[in-house]
Structure formats: structure tokens, C-alpha cells
């Protein structure tokens, strides 16, 4: 199994593109900019208690 190339992102896009309408695709990219930052804020504030955890054991 190769990696996906050019071609199969650019099917990938037409097909959320048509799925969702352009007026739909800058909300969606919205929530996941939003997401990924959460995510990383709450990975960010995780990692001094991990290292607190390990230095206790």
C-alpha cells in the first residue's frame, strides 16, 4: 500500500467539496482549527503532571 499522492487529495477535496458546498467547507475548517487547538492545550497542560507522576514513582 502506497502513500496518498496529488491525485487521490485533490479526489479527496472535490468530493467534500461537492458533499458539503462552498459555503459549508470555511465552518467545518473553523471547528477543526478550533479542535486541534484544544487538543494541543490540553496536551500542553498534561505534560508537567506526567513528568510530577514519573518523578514520584
Not at 471547528?31 to 505534560?47: P, R, T, Y
Amino acid at each position: 500500500m502506497s502513500s496518498i499522492g496529488v491525485t487521490e487529495i485533490l479526489i479527496i477535496l472535490a468530493v467534500v467539496l461537492l458533499l458539503f458546498g462552498g459555503k459549508k467547507i470555511p465552518e467545518l475548517m473553523k471547528g477543526l482549527g478550533s479542535g486541534i487547538k484544544e487538543f494541543k492545550n490540553a496536551a500542553k497542560d498534561e505534560q508537567p503532571a506526567v513528568k510530577k507522576e514519573e518523578e514520584t514513582k
